[in-house]
C-alpha cells in the first residue's frame, strides 16, 4: 500500500509565498513521475507541476515563473514553491505519484489535498 501525505497549505495574501510538501511512504519500489494537480470551486481539476524520475520538470502556463517543484528522493518527497501568488491560484492542491510498488505493478497515487487560499 501506498499512502501520499501533503501539508503546508493555508491562507496567503497576494503576493505572498506557500510551500507545498508531499510525502509518500509504503511500497514503493520507484517513482516515474510526481506531482501536483489543483481544483478550483466549479472549475476541472488542472495539471500544476510534474517533476520526473531524472529531474525533468514541466510547469502549466499559468503558474510559469512563479512556482517551484523540486524532489527529495531520499525522503520520497515532492515540493511546490508558490511565490508572487494571485487569487486564482485559490484551490484545493491534489499531490499524485505515479510509481511502481514493490509487487511490480504502476499506478498513480493521490494525496487527500490540501487548501490554498490566496486572499486580494
Known amino acids: 500500500q501506498v499512502q501520499l501525505v501533503e501539508s503546508g497549505g493555508g491562507l496567503v495574501q497576494t503576493g505572498g509565498s506557500l510551500r507545498l510538501s508531499c510525502a509518500a511512504s509504503g511500497s514503493i519500489f520507484s517513482f516515474n513521475r510526481m506531482g501536483w494537480y489543483r481544483q478550483a470551486p466549479g472549475k476541472q481539476r488542472e495539471l500544476v507541476a510534474t517533476i520526473y524520475n531524472g529531474g525533468r520538470t514541466n510547469y502549466a502556463d499559468s503558474v510559469k515563473g512563479r512556482f517551484t517543484i523540486s524532489g527529495d528522493n531520499a525522503k520520497n518527497t515532492v515540493y511546490l514553491q508558490m511565490d508572487s501568488l494571485k487569487p486564482e491560484d485559490t484551490a484545493v492542491y491534489y499531490c499524485?505519484?505515479?510509481?511502481?510498488?514493490?509487487?511490480?505493478?504502476?499506478?498513480?497515487?493521490w494525496g487527500q489535498g490540501t487548501q490554498v487560499t490566496v486572499s486580494s
Open positions: 499524485y505519484a505515479d510509481l511502481q510498488s514493490t509487487f511490480g505493478f504502476t499506478n498513480d497515487y
